[in-house]
C-alpha cells in the first residue's frame, strides 16, 4: 500500500481543514487506516483510527468531538475533518496502514502500522 497524504495548510484557531489520503493497491479496502501527528521536537502520537469496514473509529482525547474519520472504499481514500482547531494541533499529519488485515479494532501504537505517507503540515495561529 502506497499513501499520499494532502490538505494541510495555515488556518486560523477555531478554523477547520479536511486531510486526505489517497491509497495505491487493492489492500486498502481491508486494512485500518489512522492518523498520526508530529509536532516540532515532540513524538509521533495517534490521532485516529477506523476499521477496514469503516464500522468502529477510535479518537485521542485530545481531538475527540473535533475531528473526524472516515473512509470510502471505493475511492481508496481516508478523510480527518478537524473543526474547531487549536494553535497545539499544529503538527506534521501521517496516514498510515495497519499490518494485518480484517482486524475487528483499531490499534493505537505505531508499531501497529506498516505502511506510512508522506506527511502534511498542519498550522494553527493563534
Known amino acids: 500500500v502506497q499513501l499520499q497524504a494532502s490538505g494541510g495548510g495555515l488556518v486560523q484557531a477555531g478554523g477547520s481543514l479536511r486531510l486526505s489520503c489517497a491509497a495505491s493497491?487493492?489492500?486498502?479496502?481491508?486494512?485500518?487506516m489512522g492518523w498520526f501527528r508530529q509536532a516540532p521536537g515532540k513524538e509521533r502520537e495517534f490521532v485516529a483510527a477506523v476499521t477496514w469496514g469503516g464500522g468502529t473509529t477510535y479518537y485521542a482525547d485530545s481531538v475527540k468531538g473535533r475531528f473526524t474519520i472516515s473512509r470510502n472504499n471505493a475511492k481508496n481514500t481516508v478523510y480527518l475533518q478537524m473543526n474547531n482547531l487549536k494553535p497545539e494541533d499544529t503538527a506534521v499529519y501521517y496516514c498510515?496502514?495497519?499490518?494485518?488485515?480484517?482486524?475487528?479494532?483499531?490499534?493505537?501504537?505505531?508499531?501497529?502500522?506498516?505502511?506510512w505517507g508522506q506527511g502534511t503540515e498542519v498550522t494553527v495561529s493563534s
Open positions: 498510515a496502514a495497519d499490518s494485518l488485515a480484517f482486524r475487528p479494532n483499531v490499534r493505537v501504537p505505531t508499531s501497529e502500522y506498516a505502511y
Open positions: 493497491g487493492r489492500a486498502f479496502s481491508s486494512v485500518a
